[in-house]
């Protein structure tokens, strides 16, 4: 499986930018889907996530009600919309996918075998 995150870019606060992963290698309709950011000198945390099949989209309560993710499995291709920027959503922004992770650890990256190489959004304020 192999995954290629796009989309980043520099804009200013308030801005918007839509992310995107595209899958090859396999059909991961059936993997959860999940975006992760890691800003220097920080862990890489959770951002949005699919679950399996599932259609419930998680979200990281810094990001509810700005961010949409969603998927289009014809593309195998997993999007992530990004309204709203601010300074603090600063950081390079990974795509992850995994067949075999429980709910539980939706928002573990640690969990997930499967990385795109990480797209740089950078927001100015």
């Known amino acids: 499986v192999q995954l290629q995150a796009s989309g980043g870019g520099l804009v200013q606060a308030g801005g918007s930018l839509r992310l995107s992963c595209a899958a090859s290698g396999r059909t991961l309709s059936r993997y959860t889907r999940a975006w992760f950011r890691q800003a220097p000198g920080k862990e890489r945390e959770f951002v949005a996530g699919?679950?399996?099949?599932?259609?419930?989209?998680y979200y990281a309560d810094s990001v509810k009600g700005r961010f949409t993710i969603s998927r289009d499995n014809a593309k195998n291709t997993v999007y992530l919309q990004m309204n709203s920027l601010k300074p603090e959503d600063t950081a390079v922004y990974y795509c992850?996918?995994?067949?075999?992770?429980?709910?539980?650890?939706?928002?573990?990256?640690?969990?997930?075998?499967?990385w795109g190489q990480g797209t740089q959004v950078t927001v100015s304020s």
């Open positions: 699919y679950f399996r099949s599932g259609s419930n989209t």
């Open positions: 992850a996918a995994d067949d075999s992770i429980i709910l539980s650890s939706l928002r573990n990256y640690r969990q997930y075998d499967y």
